[in-house]
């Protein structure tokens, strides 16, 4: 079936660092994909998506490009700050699965420090 | 403004009480999902409902019950059987259960459920 693995946290940057959290995923036909990002004691809010081989989603400085080939959806952010300390989840929704439910990787902790 | 509201924000249950938790989403989207979180671990799903007067198991409804009589409302109860009820539950809505739809998931602010 299909999934979605991200790589371990926590990550700990220092502020103004590039940041990257690896997403890959298992899925067969052409699924869409999400980050989601989790601010301490809150529910999960949409970061940005890609419903394409190629895509790149972006937003709040963050990106990340659709890669068929690899099967991956890489974050990425040039240059990061406190506030982005949060828990991002990969997630994965269609392709031949037939179901609109979301497939979610385990999260991976993003802490910056000043 | 839009949007998914939880209610209550905490929640503290004694052994071998029943209690429920409030979703109410007035973006006029058809499905509604619940989420489960343990600490340092990701999601895991409960119940959805694709359309009114419909629902099914996620990967994880033992203990739990739920009911869609709205289109606005999905409310989770967690049953005296679930042993283990101390998590942080979040519910979601989505304009469609399509599988070719790239709409996503919108989330609450969850409910955290705690045994006395």
């Known amino acids: 079936g299909n999934s979605v693995t991200q790589m371990e946290g926590p990550v700990t940057l220092s502020e103004e660092a590039f940041l990257t959290i690896n997403c890959t995923y298992t899925?067969?036909?052409?699924?869409?994909l999400f980050w989601y990002v989790q601010y301490p004691g809150e529910g999960l809010q949409l970061l940005l998506k890609?419903?394409?081989?190629?895509d790149k989603g972006s937003n709040k400085g963050f990106e990340a490009t659709y890669r068929k080939e690899t099967t991956s959806f890489h974050l990425e952010k040039g240059s990061v700050q406190v506030s982005d300390s949060a828990v991002y989840f990969c997630?994965?929704?269609?392709?031949?699965?037939?179901?609109?439910?979301?497939?979610f990787g385990q999260g991976t902790t993003l802490q910056v420090k000043p | 403004d839009g949007g998914i509201t939880q209610s209550p924000k905490y929640l503290f249950r004694k052994e071998g009480q029943n209690v429920t938790l409030s979703c109410e989403q007035n973006?006029?989207?058809?499905?509604m999902y619940w989420y489960r979180q343990d600490p340092g671990q990701g999601l895991r799903l409960i119940y959805y409902?694709?359309?009114?007067?419909?629902?099914q198991k996620g990967d994880i409804a033992e203990g739990y019950s739920v009911s869609r009589e709205k289109k606005e409302s999905f409310p989770l109860t967690v049953t005296s059987a679930q042993k283990n009820p101390t998590a942080f539950y979040l519910c979601?809505?989505?304009?469609?259960?399509?599988?070719?739809?790239?709409?996503?998931?919108?989330f609450g602010d969850g409910t955290r459920l705690s045994i006395l």
């Open positions: 890609a419903t394409k081989a190629d």
């Open positions: 997630a994965l929704k269609g392709g031949s699965s037939n179901t609109g439910k979301l497939i």
């Open positions: 979601a809505s989505s304009i469609d259960f399509v599988s070719e739809s790239n709409q996503p998931q919108h």
């Open positions: 899925a067969t036909g052409y699924p869409s």
């Open positions: 973006l006029n989207h058809d499905a």
């Open positions: 409902s694709q359309i009114v007067n419909d629902f």
